[in-house]
């Protein structure tokens, strides 16, 4: 029989989820004082009629109060060409939209940056509280697709705390 181990604490929780790789996201809100935006790699689809998608927000980052109150976001999704976005929107403390030739405002408000793989605009339907998260629910209404899934940049992962670019070098067959 196998022994189980006691309670489970926040090192070990975070250890094991190291060792699991995401797909890496950029969500981005008008908030009150401006845009606002922080990486995400909890991005999943979960329907697609309708077209809905999940990620969480924790409330220690300073995106989430605009996002959490937002009716709306935008969900940039990135590969490899688009890391300098990535690291940009994961540094606290910095200006994410001090580069005014990389984002600009879709016709209903919310900051887009434009050239990164695919973004869809999407509407909020729910939020689930969850630990120190919170778990949105978009309806994906609007979007575009600037590089195909095949592109060769590949799309960029987190794992282990650094970024990956997955590629024909990664595939399993």
């Known amino acids: 029989m196998l022994s189980v181990p006691g309670a489970l604490d926040a090192e070990q929780f975070k250890a094991i ?26 991005v999943a689809s979960v329907s697609v009629d309708p077209p809905i998608l999940i990620f969480s927000v924790s409330s220690l980052s300073s995106a989430a109060p605009s996002i959490l109150a937002a009716d709306s976001v935008v969900v940039h999704l990135l590969d490899a060409d688009d890391v300098d976005l990535a690291k940009l929107a994961a540094t606290s403390g910095v200006d994410r939209f001090a580069d005014t030739s990389a984002w600009t405002r879709l016709p209903t408000g919310e900051p887009v940056f434009p050239g990164v793989r695919a973004w869809t605009r999407a ?29 060769e940049a590949g799309p960029l992962v987190y794992h282990n705390r650094t970024w990956h670019k997955l590629g024909a070098h990664s595939r399993l067959d």
Do not use: Y
């Open 17 to 42: 989820c190291r060792g699991h790789p995401g797909g890496v996201s950029v969500i981005t809100a008008q908030g009150p004082d401006g845009p606002v935006a922080f990486t995400a790699t909890s």
């Open 123 to 151: 509407k909020v339907v729910s939020h689930l509280e969850a630990g120190g998260s919170t778990v949105v629910a978009v309806h994906a209404l609007q979007g575009q697709i600037n590089r195909g899934a095949e592109h």
